[in-house]
């Protein structure tokens, strides 16, 4: 590890990525594809004489997608960069190494959209009358460059769970045109595009001051592009799971549920059920332009779409368990490759970080434990807080976790391998059981208050 | 056998080609964000002058150029990713060492980022509909977007002194960190750069016929370029080491044009003179040249000694190539969506694979592995077991695989070891001393009816609950005979053989349960 290794605390690594880039999701597909191919649909039709109404919604949307989009969605999106960047650089450095091209021209992609949407928002009152035609083409341009930005990124988050032939073969080709490129590319455009219509249904059903026919029309639209899209988004997702190894997807369910809930067989299925019936039915109340029922609905349909957005990351970047990158890099940083070396040499992992945290007043062992933490478990583990190792050994004796650091992976599949040597192990082992112990202290009172 | 290599050795691009990249989209970035950065500080300063000046009255000038901000900002964001990407790749060492470092004031440039930008919005959209609020928004987003650039001018900074790394690292920025007046003039220098071209950019964007506001951005524009040159010249005093005849030339080049700016900007010259437009930019591509040639200097060599690490590195770790994708290819084919390989991976390492707690791990623990294939315990007893783990000893929860998962382990468990077969009636009749021993010290932690007494649960592991589970009858001998290692059960050698026969036989008639599946 030639890097300073970072790790949130109590919150937690995956916790502090995930707020970020679920947010960055939902507003970059549902709001900056979504959303504004709705309203350039909108701008369209007014263009071609369907009525000024359609024109009026586009534009009362326009505004705060604008505000949305460049100060959150570009933030966030950039946000992503900096918090992989700090907190996993050796995976996120290789994986720049590896698809430079396509990250450069998605910047061209990315350019190219910010420019068309601030022109096609700057420009917007003196064309809207007197050339609606170039507003919409504007507009037009701007899906174009967001479809083909959403379409080069697809290649690399594909990557990341399917390398297919990569880690054997080392070709550009076979990590990029990997089996889940094509599907996740349907998946996110299509999802995005569910997300925006049901956001433009409730806006209409909430917000449109128009005649009860106009808001109707205006409902029916946003239903039908709801309904259109969410064949598309299941189809998507059948097709990329279907593509994901057992060896990962396998998990997907502890991936959602977490402990307690894996036990609830049908919880999950019956949920993801609830929701597409949900989705369906606002499709169908706009559809038949209904305000009330479009009101009513939409509501939980918003809550239940933002829900599986957050399903798909986590399940994406939970189930491929011990890997940053599949058949080259663990979840933890450490190459597979020195993992193996390591262990086949019983060489110590201590001397191969180059920077090691040393600030506080720990005795030598104890900062040496630490970092040893830091490097094999803290990308997924804090030591207190949020999936915190404390409380998941609570109760279990120095010997056992000692027995569990030696078969981590095949304890559960998704965790990495603990490397180094055995009197690190020895170090690791101890610190652990202290932490663990002293969970245990703090929990046994309040569980005797209950 | 396949030669391994670090993804870090493999460059995409010739590095002359990524300097150029570099130049040009850090330029065009940093140009935005001067533009962003001036606008919103000086629409700021302008509509407080002009609220303080003209109570309530609209001001379409300052509204006109405040909206200006979400253009810019935008435009600062998006094209601030290339330099960040190219970054990442030329300079890899350096960045992700240095942003590692800043770790937190790194990661809080996004909330500051959002939080600025917002707020400016608000500014921006409601100025002429409560001023002082609009004005508290401004304010704020205005302070939280100058402790941006204080973060990224640190960075920088420290990226182009590998030397002060390590001391950084241990204590952060204190009186001792000899770069901080290099760091807090490049700051100001930025901030300055920011009001030159804010002011430029709205004296030919947004002041077009408007006079009053013309002359005021052009004695902002003349006051920016001064403070730029003294800051300037204090910020070349802290790098005199590092200037090279290039260098030099380039910031006397734009020394040269800064001077013509300033002939231009005299008072008695027209409002916007258009000669501004070629002389501001001379100014900022050669300073943006003599800036980037100094950082490359500077990173290169530590840069050049972390990839011949790495090729080292790859090279040592070449032989293991195959073995560690042969393991990946195992991996990649073990699906653990059964029963068989749950228990192969997971439960195999101490409990073995005949279920005697013989398993290679098992020498490890202090109290023993149970063993599975002695057991006789009904099906949910050994459900919850396997799904909690048991406290005071090495055996974990498993509740990490979803109940489908944990049901067709146990149906492997029955299979293979017969866990959940009936218990066996007693053989015989039990003596009467015999029960009086276990009435008085077995039931102390097991309870009389073969459950667990009050002392028992609150020991570390808890006696078992001879209601639902059980061992052979020989398993129970032993134990009875040897005690259990690591636990409260001590060994009972020194009764008679046949207490500790009649014993067993107790402990194993608790469990009336009918064979499971």
Redesign the interface.
């Known amino acids: 590890m030639?890097?300073?290794?970072?790790h949130i605390p109590v919150v937690g690594d995956g916790m502090?990525i995930a707020l970020?880039a679920v947010l960055h999701v939902c507003i970059s597909h549902g709001l900056a594809i979504g959303l504004m191919t709705m309203i350039v649909i909108f701008q369209t039709l007014a263009w071609r004489g369907k009525g000024q109404f359609w024109a009026s919604a586009a534009r009362s949307l326009l505004g705060p997608l604008?505000?949305v989009t460049?100060?959150?969605g570009?933030?966030?999106g950039?946000?992503i960069?900096?918090?992989t960047?700090?907190l996993a650089?050796?995976g996120?450095?290789?994986l720049?190494?590896?698809f430079?091209?396509p990250?450069?021209i998605e910047?061209f992609a990315?350019?190219a959209?910010?420019?068309l949407?601030?022109c096609y928002?700057?420009l917007w009152n003196r064309l809207i009358t007197e050339k609606p035609g170039v507003l919409a083409a504007i507009g037009w341009g701007y899906v174009a460059a967001s479809v083909f930005s959403g379409i080069l990124i697809s290649g690399i988050l594909g990557f990341m769970l399917t390398p297919q032939g990569w880690?054997?073969g080392?070709t550009f080709a076979e990590a990029y045109f990997n089996p889940t490129f094509v599907p996740q590319c349907f998946l996110r455009l299509g999802g995005g595009m569910a997300i925006g219509a049901l956001l433009a249904l409730a806006w209409t059903a909430w917000r449109f001051k128009a005649p009860a026919e106009q808001r109707g029309r205006v409902l029916r639209l946003c239903g039908l592009a709801l309904l259109f899209s969410l064949p598309i988004t299941a189809a998507a997702s059948y097709i990329y799971f279907s593509r994901v190894?057992?060896?990962y997807l396998?998990?997907w369910?502890?991936a959602v549920?977490t402990?307690?809930m894996?036990?609830?067989?049908d919880f999950l299925p019956a949920a993801n059920t609830a929701a597409v019936l949900v989705l369906v039915l606002a499709g169908l109340a706009a559809l038949a332009r209904s305000p009330w029922a479009s009101r009513l609905l939409c509501i939980p349909a918003l809550l239940l779409s933002l829900c599986m957005v957050m399903e798909f990351e986590r399940v994406r970047e939970f189930i491929r368990g011990?890997y940053l990158v599949?058949?080259?890099m663990q979840a933890n940083q450490i190459?597979?490759?020195?993992?193996?070396?390591l262990a086949?040499t019983g060489q110590p992992l201590l001397p191969r970080l180059h920077?090691i945290n040393?600030?506080g007043t720990l005795p030598p062992a104890r900062q040496a434990a630490r970092a040893l933490f830091a490097a094999n478990c803290g990308v997924c583990h804090t030591e207190s807080g949020i999936n915190g190792i404390d409380q998941r050994?609570a109760?279990?004796?120095a010997?056992?976790?000692?027995?569990?650091l030696?078969?981590t992976?095949?304890?559960?599949?998704y965790m990495t391998p603990f490397v180094g040597s055995e009197q690190e192990r020895a170090l690791l082992t101890e610190y652990l059981f202290q932490l663990s112990s002293d969970y245990a202290r703090r929990a046994a009172p309040a569980a005797r208050e209950k | 056998m396949?030669q391994?290599?670090?993804?870090?050795l493999?460059?995409?691009?010739s590095p002359g080609w990524m300097q150029g990249l570099l130049f040009v989209t850090f330029g065009l970035h940093l140009l935005f964000v001067l533009l962003m950065l001036g606008t919103a500080l000086l629409t700021l300063v302008f509509f407080l002058r002009d609220i303080l000046r003209q109570p309530g009255e609209p001001q379409p000038w300052n509204e006109k150029a405040a909206h200006t901000h979400?253009?810019l900002?935008?435009?600062a964001?998006?094209?601030?990713?290339?330099p960040?990407?190219l970054m990442?790749?030329s300079h890899?060492?350096a960045?992700?060492?240095v942003?590692?470092?800043f770790?937190y004031a790194?990661?809080a440039?996004?909330p500051l980022?959002?939080a600025a930008?917002?707020l400016f919005?608000v500014f921006a959209h409601k100025m002429n509909v409560g001023a002082w609020p609009a004005f508290a928004c401004g304010l704020l987003g205005v302070a939280a977007l100058l402790t941006v650039p204080a973060v990224f001018t640190g960075a920088l900074a420290l990226m182009e002194r590998q030397e002060a790394w390590a001391d950084f690292?241990?204590h952060g920025v204190n009186a001792g960190t000899e770069w901080l007046t290099h760091w807090a003039l490049r700051y100001l220098h930025v901030v300055g750069a920011a009001l030159a071209l804010g002011a430029a950019f709205h004296l030919f964007f947004s002041a077009k016929n408007n006079l009053e506001k013309t002359a005021r951005l052009r004695r902002w524009l003349m006051g920016a370029l001064a403070v730029q040159a003294v800051i300037g010249l204090a910020l070349l005093a802290t790098v005199l080491p590092q200037l090279s005849v290039p260098v030099l030339a380039l910031i006397g080049f734009g020394a040269l044009a800064l001077g013509a700016a300033f002939w231009i900007l005299r008072p008695e010259f027209p409002a916007a003179d258009y000669r501004l437009l070629a002389l501001l930019p001379i100014i900022f591509v050669s300073m943006l040249l003599a800036r980037q040639l100094m950082q490359n200097q500077a990173m290169a060599p530590a840069q050049a000694e972390?990839l011949a690490?790495?090729a080292e590195?790859a090279k040592?770790?070449?032989?293991?190539?195959q073995?560690?994708?042969d393991?990946?290819s195992v991996?990649?084919?073990?699906?653990?969506?059964n029963g068989d390989t749950i228990y192969d991976?997971?439960c195999e390492?101490?409990h073995g694979a005949s279920g005697r707690g013989d398993g290679a791990?098992?020498a490890?623990?202090?109290?023993p592995a149970a063993d599975l294939a002695a057991m006789r315990a009904n099906r949910d007893y050994v459900y919850e077991m396997v799904?909690d783990?048991t406290?005071?000893?090495?055996?974990?929860?498993f509740?990490?695989?979803?109940?489908?998962?944990?049901e067709s382990l146990l149906d492997t468990m029955c299979k293979r070891f017969s866990m959940f077969a009936a218990t066996p009636p007693p053989a015989r009749d039990i003596a009467p001393a015999s029960l009086e021993v276990w009435t008085s010290a077995c039931a102390k932690c097991h309870a009389a009816n073969g459950g667990v007494s009050e002392v028992g649960r609150g020991m570390?592991p808890p006696p078992p609950d001879f209601r639902r589970g059980s061992v052979t009858h020989e398993r129970a001998l032993a134990i009875i005979t040897g005690g259990y290692p690591?636990t409260g059960m001590q060994g009972y050698r020194n009764l008679p053989e046949a207490v500790r026969d009649d014993l067993a036989i107790i402990s194993n008639s608790f469990r009336i349960s009918p064979p499971q599946q």
Not at chain 1, 399 to 404: L, V
Not at chain 2, 10 to 13: G, W
Not at chain 2, 391 to 397: D, L, R, S, V
Request: proline letters at 7%; a positive charge; charged letters at 15%.
């Open positions: 030639n890097f300073p290794i970072l502090v970020d604008v505000v460049t100060s959150v570009a933030v966030t950039v946000g960069w900096f918090l960047g700090s650089p050796e996120i450095g290789a720049i190494h590896l430079f091209w990250w450069f910047w990315f350019t959209e910010v420019i949407l601030l928002y700057y880690p054997w080392r190894p057992q060896t396998t998990h369910k502890f549920a402990s307690y894996t036990q609830l067989p011990p599949p058949g080259y190459p597979l490759v020195e993992a193996q070396a086949a920077w040393s600030s050994l109760g279990r004796s010997d056992g976790i000692d027995a569990m030696g078969i992976e095949r304890l559960a599949p | 396949q391994w290599t670090d993804v870090f493999t460059m995409p691009i979400t253009g900002k935008s435009l964001v998006v094209l601030g990713v290339a960040l990407l990442q790749v890899s060492n960045f992700f060492t942003t590692g470092f770790s790194w990661l440039v996004i980022l959002v930008f917002l919005d690292a241990a972390a690490q790495r590195r040592n770790l070449s032989p293991f190539s073995k560690a994708l393991a990946f991996k990649l084919r073990t699906v653990y969506d991976g997971a390492p101490c791990e098992a490890r623990l202090r109290i799904r783990g406290p005071g000893t090495g055996m974990p929860y509740r990490m695989y979803d109940r489908a998962k944990l570390r690591g």
